[in-house]
């Protein structure tokens, strides 16, 4: 079974500074598939960015990093140059290997991000 | 991005009543749809998964004769709550994958249901 967990269940930053949101997960699948969503008020799930466990390279989107540690099984989002269209609920999710399943996505339980102007 | 949409994107009905849920691909074939629930400030739970043609398959715990899914095309998956109670209020929220080995999955933008 997969799990990922997310110990944050708040986080603020001032307006400009950088943060990193955690997030740790658990496979027993050599395979998978990491990503980060930020969801507004809205409820709108807006896809950040994409590890494969494979990638040797952290993977990088604008100003969204993902701080990947195979071996610790951690997969931290790191947001530079926050801005206040930031705040939002943050979630790690992890991918099913493949076969039926594949697709399918298991959530953390959330980070609540708040930027200070 | 590909576009999923959900209609409605809001519901409010009476205890006892069934309620449909749309979720559709605008612009690709969507091979598998997904159902997650969200109860305020919680994660999305995944409820069922949706493979065009054939039945879906429920999550543990979640009862496919509560929550009907029908994924008769490419484009159109539904959720149907039926017999709906207010323990069901909930946002529901579908995502789309096609047949491509993408790494992004297309969210709708949600379905707020409140059962009275």
């Known amino acids: 079974a997969q799990k990922i967990t997310q110990t944050q269940p708040g986080m603020f930053v001032q307006e400009k500074e950088a943060v990193t949101l955690d997030c740790t997960y658990d496979?027993?699948?050599?395979?998978?598939?990491l990503f980060w969503y930020k969801q507004p008020s809205s409820g709108e799930m807006i896809f950040l960015i994409y590890?494969?466990?494979?990638?040797?390279q952290n993977a990088t989107e604008g100003r969204y990093s993902l701080n990947f540690q195979k071996a610790r099984k951690s997969a931290n989002l790191v947001i530079s140059a926050s801005q206040l269209g930031d705040s939002a609920m943050y979630f790690c999710?992890?991918?099913?290997?493949?076969?039926?399943?594949?697709?399918?996505?298991?959530f953390g339980q959330g980070t609540i991000l708040t930027v200070h102007p | 991005g590909a576009v999923v949409s959900q209609h409605p994107s809001w519901v409010i009905c009476k205890s006892g009543t069934s309620v449909k849920i749309e979720c559709r691909s605008l612009?690709?074939?969507?091979?598998?749809m997904f159902w997650y629930r969200q109860f305020p400030k919680q994660s999305l739970m995944l409820m069922a998964t949706?493979?065009?043609?054939?039945?879906?398959?429920?999550e543990q715990g979640v009862e496919k004769d509560k929550f009907l899914i029908n994924h008769a095309s490419l484009t159109l998956s539904t959720l149907t709550v039926t017999s709906a109670h207010p323990e069901d209020s909930s946002f529901y929220i579908c995502?789309?994958?096609?047949?491509?080995?993408?790494?992004?999955?297309?969210f709708g933008p949600g379905t707020r249901l409140t059962v009275l």
């Open positions: 612009d690709f074939q969507a091979t598998t």
């Open positions: 949706s493979n065009e043609g054939s039945k879906a398959t429920y």
């Open positions: 995502s789309a994958k096609d047949r491509l080995p993408r790494n992004e999955q297309f």
């Open positions: 999710a992890m991918r099913a290997a493949g076969g039926t399943s594949y697709g399918k996505l298991t």
């Open positions: 496979t027993s699948d050599p395979s998978y598939g």
């Open positions: 590890q494969g466990s494979y990638d040797q």
